[in-house]
């Protein structure tokens, strides 16, 4: 079964900062990829996501990922965070197949904290 | 357009209870998920409706987790003699389509907060 690895579980910038969250997935075959946000006392809502095409694919309130097929990954990244990007990060892969509802699975999550 | 909507947002349960949560998924949405978020967790898959289709029950921790999905519309998610374990935020999320593309994005409801006391 594939999985998702997010390579921080907290991350603590001060605004202005650069970030960029990990994200490796475990699966050889064509993917769909995804990173969800959660801000504090909201829902899951879609950032951004990749089907095919540019790896760099850009997202709402300026973030953007990449997709680098040899590494596995799409790493999400911001050149300025702002307080207001405090939130949850979850990167998820769909990688379709018969078992449709355990082949979209969800990374841990990464915690960001933006300090003022 | 109307999003996903849950419902009840919180519920706080006695042990051994039975609870059903709902889903309303977003008009014209063929696929639905059910996920399950705990404190500092991931999201957990529990079951997946697809159109007619059986659906995938595989992410169901045990048989006291059932859910129906009427008319290709609605969802209802039970669990059955509540244990404290199962304290979770209950997730609902639908999409156009299954499958890879843009049609497979799924959109999530805002959650049902469950409490076993």
Known sequence: ?116 | GAGVSQSPSNKVTEKGKDVELRCDPISGHTALYWYRQSLGQGLEFLIYFQGNSAPDKSGLPSDRFSAERTGGSVSTLTIQRTQQEDSAVYLCASSLESGGGASGTQYFGPGTRLLVL
């Open chain 1, 1 to 116: 079964a594939q999985s998702v690895s997010q390579h921080n579980h907290h991350v603590i910038l001060s605004e202005a900062a650069s970030l960029e969250l990990g994200c490796n997935y475990s699966y050889g075959g064509t993917v769909n990829l995804f990173w969800y946000v959660q801000y504090p006392g909201q829902h899951l809502q879609l950032l951004l996501k990749y089907f095919s095409g540019d790896p760099l694919v850009k997202g709402i309130k300026g973030f953007e990922a990449e997709f680098i097929k040899s590494k596995f990954s799409f790493n999400l990244r911001k050149p300025s965070v702002q307080w207001s990007d405090t939130a949850e990060y979850f990167c998820a892969v769909n990688a379709g197949g018969k078992n449709y509802g355990q082949n979209f699975v969800f990374g841990p999550g990464t915690r960001l904290s933006v300090l003022p």
